[in-house]
């Protein structure tokens, strides 16, 4: 069973930054493609971003482009999601997740590891 261990949610102000990382014990990240989702009450899963196996350059939804910065850290074996200039509309639960595919995918169902999720919560 594959773990990924979310962590880093909390509280912040509109405007602030919080830093999510997802650890992956008996999984090695580098051969996976990986990724971060959210999900606000009420809505679908949506992806917010991530990596490919096939490629080291990270991927974004428009909604989070040129606010947050996904990156893998093949030494600890994490990775992470730096979230900047936050909005109330960011408030979600965010999910790591991780796929033996190629290439990441905006589809949730596509993927075959999932965390259990942490809070993040924007202030208005």
């Known amino acids: 069973q594959v773990q990924l261990i979310e962590s880093g949610g909390g509280l912040v102000q509109a405007g602030g930054s919080l830093r999510l990382s997802c650890a992956a014990p008996g999984r090695t990240l580098y051969y996976s493609s990986v990724g971060w989702f959210r999900q606000a009450p009420g809505k679908e899963r949506e992806f917010v971003g991530g990596?490919?196996?096939?490629?080291?350059?990270?991927a974004y939804a428009d909604s989070v482009k040129g606010r947050f910065t996904i990156s893998r850290d093949d030494v600890k074996n994490t990775l992470n999601l730096q979230m900047a200039r936050l909005q109330p509309e960011d408030t979600a639960v965010y999910y790591c997740a991780a796929r033996d595919g190629m290439l990441v995918t905006t589809a949730p169902a596509a993927y075959d590891y999932w965390g259990q999720g942490t809070q993040v919560t924007v202030s208005s």
């Open positions: 990596i490919s196996r096939a490629a080291n350059t990270p």
